[in-house]
């Protein structure tokens, strides 16, 4: 196969992203898709990065959100509060990621794996900062898109804060607005307050 026609298997390939349901609404009142949160968590790293108390290397973060969620085209979304799926959800999203990258050649796939396995595993504060993004915007998403008392899941303000509470050390400053975003959507009916 061409460089080309490689390169056009796998945008055929990553189009399945957008069929990958989340759990998150939108404002048109369906389901987000991956491929939507991959974006906008792209988008927003770019206006957040000021917040952020470490440098970082916007382009490399940008990749790293764009490639995130690329283990879920077979695997599936784990949600966040899925405790048991969240147990082996790096090897399966690993093993779903192998394949959709499989047409690129070697050196592709592996820059590719390379970025996903940074974003899930890295110290490094580009990592870092890209989780705190992908956890913020699920925050401003729920308040944005949910009616008032939504709550199907039975959520809590403590379940919530811990699953977000890593955002504190990594940047304080992200951290008080995510507390802000938890504290309306407790007045909204969104989360319990115990």
Known sequence: MTDIKKAYAFAREVEKLKAIQRKSDTLDGRY?????????????????????????????????????????????????????????????ERESLKKVVSMLDVEQQEEIIELWTTFEQSNHHDAKYARVIDALIALINLYEVSDENYNPYNLTKTQVTSKKIFIKNDAPAIWELAEEIIDKCVEKGLFKDE
Do not use: C
């Open 32 to 92: 987000e898709n991956s491929a939507e949160h991959s974006w906008q968590a792209a988008l927003v790293a770019m206006q957040f990065e000021q917040f952020y108390p470490e440098q970082v290397d916007i382009n490399l973060v940008i990749k790293m959100l764009l490639v995130h969620d690329l283990g879920e085209i077979y695997a599936g979304d784990t949600w966040v509060f899925d405790d048991e799926g969240k147990s082996n959800s790096f090897e399966r």
